[in-house]
T-cell receptor, first 114, second 116 residues
């Protein structure tokens, strides 16, 4: 069976500091990978998705970036955090096959920027 | 452009009541997928169901049932005999076929409180 891991679970960072959130998937190959942000009391906003190593599509212009150095590893980064970057960050994966589009989510990282 | 509207922000029911969560969607694509996800207090989204645009058959899974009506662009979710463990935020989502399923749009969510 497949599992998805995210860390850290919670993070408190000062404004202007860097960020690195990591997500890994086990039990599948060539997954599609996604980063979402959920602001307090809001829905999910797609930030990035990736269909393969080194392939990143950005959905929302911002000071965040994503990388996929390995098939089952997805990293969300920032060089300088803003207050508005606070939120709940969710990583998700889906099978890399057409017609199978449901996504499976990790436990999330709660980021507070002070 | 695709859009998902969940007009009910919060719903509060007493245990054993039936409750329906509404979802209305907009899309210009003829092939699309609809989803429901559950987000319990722990925060992790749990996939509940996917419906393809060419399959309007309603579905029942235990106490959960889904009513998909293309004529009204709705995909409503009913919980029968609700339980406290059903308390969560529920999201309806839409993915258009021409995006390969990558660009899934989520509604704002409906927070369900089930009181004992």
């Amino acid at each position: 069976s497949q599992t998805i891991h995210q860390w850290p679970a919670t993070l408190v960072q000062p404004v202007g500091s860097p960020l690195s959130l990591e997500c890994t998937v086990e039990g599948t190959s060539n997954p599609n990978l996604y980063w979402y942000r959920q602001a307090a009391g809001r829905g999910l906003q797609l930030l990035f998705y990736s269909v393969g190593i080194g392939q990143i599509s950005s959905e929302v212009p911002q000071n965040l970036s994503a990388s996929r150095p390995q098939d089952r590893q997805f990293i969300l980064s920032s060089k300088k955090l803003l207050l508005s970057d606070s939120g709940f960050y969710l990583c998700a994966w889906s099978f890399g096959l057409s017609g199978s589009v449901e996504q499976f989510f990790g436990p999330g990282t709660r980021l507070t920027v002070l | 452009a695709q859009k998902v509207t969940q007009a009910q922000t919060e719903i509060s029911v007493v245990e054993k009541e039936d409750v329906t969560l509404d979802c209305v969607y907009e899309t210009r694509d003829t092939t699309y997928y609809l989803f429901w996800y559950k987000q319990p207090p722990s925060g992790e989204l749990v996939f509940l169901i996917r419906r393809n645009s060419f399959d309007e058959q309603n579905e029942i899974s235990g106490r959960y049932s889904w009513n998909f009506q293309k004529s009204t662009s709705s995909f409503n979710f009913t919980i029968t005999a609700s339980q406290v463990v059903d308390s969560a935020v529920y999201f309806c989502a839409l993915s258009e076929g021409n995006t390969g399923g990558f660009k899934t749009i989520f509604g704002a969510g409906t927070r369900l409180f089930v009181k004992a």
